[in-house]
């Protein structure tokens, strides 16, 4: 099966796309890290 060249163009630039979107939505809300462990929640009476 021969690929014209228009498609294998258009593969392209759907993967770099695809990729460029995926990086940018990376920490959108805010930096991502790993939260500490939280003190346990104190029972009120």
């Excluded at 593969?11 to 790993?34: F, I, M, P, R």
Aim: hydrophobic share 45%; with cysteine; glycine share 8%.
């Amino acid at each position: 099966m021969k690929f014209c060249r228009f498609q294998i163009l258009f593969a392209l630039v759907v993967v770099v796309l695809g990729t460029a979107s995926a990086l940018s939505a990376c920490g959108q809300k805010g930096e991502l890290y790993l939260p500490g462990k939280q003190a346990p929640a104190q029972k009120k009476n």
